[in-house]
């Protein structure tokens, strides 16, 4: 069946721009977490929802980062005025997120570059 | 802070040797997992340790997790050079809802 998609798979952008990233999960599962790597750096946790809800948002770097899904489905993280130090890979994943075993499956991440 | 640090950072050995990675933190976790990343791709989940002091084997990978939950170590055999990637650790922080990567181990199995 289908993995976890995401769009763009590469993002070049301007500082001071606004970019928006989608994760489309894999259907039924109800978990869905963004995730953010730098370039040689281990997965830096932004977020995760539950259904529609995110019950902890302190992960997002800055207030210039937001994100929001939609009927249990698909996701968007939003960056607004972004700067350099924003380029990095985005990755998403889903799951069921039956505790403790939590299996996420990961899809091949958005890279994004601003200059 | 919960962290949970890796060790080695670096490892580059021979086919045939064996190594072990380690992956600590001062914090309890009620359960570990430990995946692969390859260039290019999300990570992908070998195998996940709930009970203290668990052993799990994946063919030439013996995973184990720490008596108190607070560390757990993945051992290969006889590396090989399609074992080749980034290996992280990850767990839930206690009383959160943040789902946190370990420092990472990068191996590079030469043939």
């Known amino acids: 069946g289908a993995g976890v998609s995401q769009s763009p798979s590469n993002k070049v952008t301007e500082k001071g721009k606004d970019v928006e990233l989608r994760c489309d999960p894999i259907s039924g599962h109800t978990a869905l977490y963004w995730y953010r790597q730098s370039l040689g750096q281990g997965l830096e946790f932004l977020i995760y929802?539950?259904?529609?809800?995110?019950?902890?948002k302190s992960g997002l770097p800055s207030d210039r980062f937001s994100a929001e899904r939609t009927g249990g489905s698909v996701s968007t993280l939003t960056i607004q005025r972004t700067q350099q130090e924003d380029s990095a890979v985005y990755l998403c994943?889903?799951?069921?997120?039956?505790?403790?075993?939590?299996?996420?499956?990961f899809g091949p991440g958005t890279r994004l570059t601003v200059l | 802070t919960q962290l949970l640090e890796q060790s080695p950072q670096f490892l580059s050995i021979q086919e045939g040797e064996n190594l072990t990675v380690y992956c600590n933190s001062s914090?309890?976790?009620?359960?570990l997992q430990w995946y692969r990343q390859e260039p290019g791709e999300g990570p992908v989940l070998l195998v996940t340790?709930?009970?203290?002091?668990e052993v799990k084997k994946l063919k030439r990978l013996t995973f184990q997790f720490g008596d108190a939950r607070k560390d757990s170590s993945l051992h290969i055999t006889a590396a090989q050079p399609g074992d080749t990637g980034l290996y992280l650790c990850?767990?839930?922080?206690?009383?959160?809802?943040?789902?946190?990567f370990g420092t990472g181990t990068r191996l590079k199995v030469l043939a």
């Open positions: 914090s309890v976790f009620s359960s």
């Open positions: 929802f539950q259904g529609n809800s995110a019950p902890d």
């Open positions: 340790v709930v009970t203290g002091g």
């Open positions: 994943a889903s799951g069921i997120n039956l505790r403790p075993y939590n299996e996420q499956f």
């Open positions: 990850a767990g839930w922080t206690s009383g959160t809802y943040k789902y946190i």
